[in-house]
């Protein structure tokens, strides 16, 4: 028989479990499969976190004091590509731009967030056409959508 005081204690540790699980999408039963998938989860967060802050350095050092470039991230999902697009400052006309380059790649938008009011915000998922023959990588599409950043930033200068 277990006491009042040693069941508390075991059913919270088993509650942390199931929530550590639900955190980290595991599907594992076990104590230490649980802990072992939430240790691949946290390694997968601090390479994002590492190539983000690449991201952002590289911007950095592209981008010239009066204009800040956009941040872009591209990650692969499992039939496409998830597409970040962020800049501190309003961008019109700059979505026409992304998504003409989405276009030319032969990438469908499957779903997508838009904000452009104080600042430019996009999320989208890109899918490839079923038609295309060759797949492409994330590298190919965040190159692309840099080239459509920098296109319709050379066009706003220009005007």
């Given at each position: 028989?277990?006491?009042?005081?040693?069941?508390?204690?075991?059913?919270l540790?088993?509650?942390?479990?199931?929530?550590?699980?639900?955190i980290?999408?595991?599907?594992?039963?076990?104590?230490?499969?649980?802990i072992?998938?939430?240790s691949?989860?946290?390694?997968?967060?601090?390479?994002?976190?590492e190539?983000?802050?690449q991201?952002?350095?590289?911007?950095?050092?592209n981008?010239?004091?009066q204009?800040?470039?956009?941040l872009?991230?591209?990650?692969?999902?499992?039939k496409?590509f998830?597409?970040?697009?962020?800049?501190?400052?309003?961008c019109p006309?700059l979505?026409?731009?992304?998504?003409?380059?989405?276009?030319?790649?032969?990438?469908?938008?499957?779903e997508?967030?838009?904000?452009?009011?104080?600042?430019?915000?996009?999320?989208?998922?890109?899918?490839?056409?079923?038609?295309q023959?060759?797949?492409?990588?994330?590298?190919v599409?965040?190159?692309a959508?840099?080239?459509?950043?920098?296109n319709?930033s050379?066009?706003?200068?220009?005007?």
């Open positions: 028989m277990v006491s009042r005081e040693h069941k508390r204690p075991a059913t540790l088993h509650e942390k479990f199931q929530l550590l699980r639900s980290t999408n595991s599907h594992a039963m076990n104590k230490t499969s649980i072992f998938d939430a691949k989860y946290i390694e997968e967060l601090k390479q994002k976190v190539r983000l802050n991201d952002i350095a590289t911007t950095a050092q981008s010239t004091p204009t800040l470039s956009p872009v991230t591209v990650e692969t999902l499992e496409g998830l597409v970040n697009v962020f800049s501190e400052t309003s006309g979505l026409v731009s992304i998504l003409e380059a989405f276009e030319e790649l032969g990438l469908n938008v499957l997508a967030r838009v904000s452009c009011t104080d600042q430019f915000q996009l999320e989208a998922v890109g899918g490839e056409n079923e038609e023959v060759e797949s492409m990588d994330a590298q599409v965040k190159q959508v840099l080239e459509a950043i920098k319709w050379e066009s706003n200068i220009n005007q």
